[in-house]
């Protein structure tokens, strides 16, 4: 009898391995990377790992780590949720094979940024969900690494929800809904608020600078406010708050916004086009915070 081989992965698997040893931790990886150097036509692997994983994976690999990409994680989490996800489509437009075919074995920086707080935990928690829906179309394996060493257990239980794997998957949608229920604070009876509909870059540029941004910073954030202000109109109105680096900007917007991929979905180019000033907003700006309310939305953005 003639065995057909299997036929090739269509959509994106998204698995997630929890360990809190190293012996865990190779317990999952090595089988996981040893998976990806027998997929047929496929590019070599890449671990994305703190350093000392990455240590233990070279030492396990012996002669096979030269096939396998090790790549320090705080090399490739440099940023925002946002940033993550532009870094991973990025990569894999370069680099993964027919159809986004290749194996990313990836831990997050729970000990930097990504744990800091419950607001960056929950903007995670968000990427790894939304990862479900932005990735979909491609044939990517993702094994998500977290090490309860560092994770703690309410970190580690909401990232069950967003990995297929796990048995208490939610649907991205719901869970990103559950995260957007969590209101914000009110803006400050001191916010300025700008003349007009809609806020100009001048107007934005010269109050960041007098709010303490460098120039560069100050051009950034007015850029990202008056890109995603024209993606978003028409508006209501616009308020500033807030010191460096945390200047924020709130833009009231005349329609609901309930789209949660809104300012998520990787442009087909590097060059800004028109429409996608919330992509850039998300890229530059450390929170993006969209709030639908009643008729209209709330779109927060923070610089630092």
């Known amino acids: 009898m003639t065995t057909r081989p299997a036929p090739p992965q269509r959509h994106f698997d998204h698995r997630m391995a929890v360990f809190r040893t190293d012996e865990e931790f190779l317990?999952?990886?090595?089988?996981?990377?040893?998976?990806?150097?027998?997929?047929?036509?496929?590019?070599?692997?890449?671990?994305?790992?703190?350093p000392g994983?990455?240590?233990?994976?070279?030492?396990?690999?012996?002669?096979?780590?030269?096939?396998?990409?090790?790549?320090?994680?705080?090399?490739?989490?440099?940023?925002s949720a946002a940033n993550a996800i532009a870094q991973g489509a990025g990569y894999l437009a370069a680099n993964a094979g027919p159809g986004g075919r290749v194996h990313l074995l990836m831990e997050p920086v729970w000990a930097g940024r990504a744990g800091r707080s419950p607001r960056e935990t929950a903007e995670w928690i968000r990427?790894?969900?939304?990862?479900?829906?932005?990735?979909?179309?491609?044939?990517?394996?993702?094994?998500?690494?977290?090490?309860?060493?560092?994770?703690?257990p309410a970190i580690v239980a909401a990232a069950r929800?967003?990995?297929?794997?796990?048995?208490?998957?939610?649907?991205?949608?719901?869970?990103?809904?559950?995260?957007?229920?969590?209101?914000?604070?009110?803006?400050?009876?001191?916010?300025?608020?700008?003349?007009?509909?809609?806020?100009?870059?001048?107007?934005?540029?010269?109050?960041?600078?007098?709010?303490?941004?460098s120039a560069a910073d100050a051009e950034l954030f007015a850029t990202a406010v008056t890109e995603a202000a024209a993606a978003l109109g028409p508006l209501d109105g616009a308020l500033l708050?807030?010191?460096?680096?945390?200047?924020?900007?709130?833009?009231?917007?005349?329609?609901?916004?309930?789209?949660?991929?809104?300012?998520?979905?990787?442009?087909p180019s590097a060059e800004l086009e028109p429409g996608q000033g919330l992509w850039f907003a998300r890229q530059v700006c450390a929170y993006v915070d969209v709030r639908a309310e009643g008729d209209g939305s709330s779109v927060r953005l923070q610089y630092g």
């Open 27 to 50: 317990a999952a990886a090595l089988p996981f990377l040893t998976e990806a150097l027998a997929a047929p036509a496929e590019p070599p692997p890449v671990a994305i790992a703190a």
């Open 53 to 79: 994983n990455l240590d233990l994976l070279r030492d396990a690999l012996g002669p096979d780590a030269k096939d396998v990409g090790l790549v320090p994680h705080t090399d490739w989490y440099t940023g």
């Open 127 to 152: 990427y790894e969900a939304l990862a479900n829906l932005l990735f979909a179309p491609l044939a990517t394996t993702a094994l998500c690494a977290y090490d309860t060493r560092v994770a703690g």
């Open 161 to 213: 929800r967003a990995h297929p794997d796990t048995g208490v998957y939610e649907d991205p949608v719901r869970l990103a809904a559950e995260l957007d229920a969590v209101p914000l604070p009110p803006s400050p009876a001191d916010a300025e608020r700008l003349p007009g509909p809609a806020p100009t870059a001048d107007a934005v540029r010269t109050w960041a600078t007098v709010q303490g941004l």
């Open 241 to 267: 708050w807030g010191e460096a680096p945390a200047c924020v900007c709130e833009l009231r917007v005349a329609r609901r916004v309930d789209d949660p991929l809104a300012g998520f979905v990787p442009p």
